[in-house]
């Protein structure tokens, strides 16, 4: 079953708008990272936050982590066009040394100009 | 950041055919690698991984025999899906880590191949 899941599915804003993205997992973690896809595309890594770590910036991006409630966000601040695409949180299960990861569903983000 | 590549990036066969896809890791050596199926405004379900030189790890429900993987340098997997069905046309994703002794390394994802079976 999918660890990770995003929500909203869609979202839809204006350029310029910020657009935050919601991820719950059910078990503990080692760290949980976001990507990012573009339409039938591969994988591009935004950011990994660790589980002892409560926020994170890179950029345009924030990550927050709050363990307690199993749950990250991911705020894009002051959007444009091209930050157009499905963004996928992901959480690592395992100790150091295995590098699975579970991935959610997404969150198609439409960024409108 | 390190590159992984596949190839092809498209592909388009028969049913019953099998199709051979290659991910390697370019600047960096890969212990492990993962391969995913994601099907059409789906998310990336892991099917195996994969550790030079033994066998890969297969997930519930992916069948071993039907997608073969060898992963026989630190730097080259490969992904066999054998005798291809209209319901094996998916996206198909592999990332590639490396050990560093114990401390988290960040997966490397190649740009994906694209499997259709007619």
């Known amino acids: 079953s999918q660890q990770g899941e995003e929500d909203p599915q869609a979202l839809s804003i204006q350029e310029g708008e910020n657009a935050t993205m919601n991820c719950s997992y059910k078990?503990?973690?080692?760290?949980l990272q976001w990507y990012r896809q573009n339409s039938g595309r591969g994988l591009v890594h935004l950011i990994l936050?660790?589980?002892?770590?409560r926020e994170k910036h890179s950029g345009r991006l924030r990550v927050t982590l709050d363990t307690s409630k199993k749950s990250s966000s991911l705020l894009i601040t002051a959007s444009r066009a091209a930050d157009t695409a499905s963004y996928f949180c992901a959480t690592d299960l395992s100790g150091a040394g295995s590098y699975q990861l579970t991935f959610g569903k997404g969150t198609k983000l439409s960024v409108i100009p | 950041g390190a590159v992984v590549s596949q190839h092809p990036s498209r592909v388009i066969c028969k049913s019953g055919t099998s199709v051979k896809i290659e991910c390697r890791s370019l600047?960096?050596?890969?212990?492990?690698m993962f391969w995913y199926r994601q099907f059409p405004k789906q998310s990336l379900m892991l099917m195996a991984t994969s550790n030079e030189g033994s066998k890969a790890t297969y997930e519930q429900g992916v069948e071993k025999d039907k997608f073969l993987i060898n992963h026989a340098s630190l730097t080259l997997s490969t992904l066999t899906v054998t005798s291809a069905h209209p319901e094996d046309s998916s996206f198909y994703i592999c990332s590639a880590g490396a050990d560093s002794g114990g401390v988290y390394n960040e997966q490397f994802f190649g740009p994906g191949t694209r499997l259709t079976v007619l």
């Open positions: 600047d960096f050596q890969a212990t492990t």
């Open positions: 936050i660790r589980s002892n770590e």
């Open positions: 078990t503990s973690i080692n760290n």
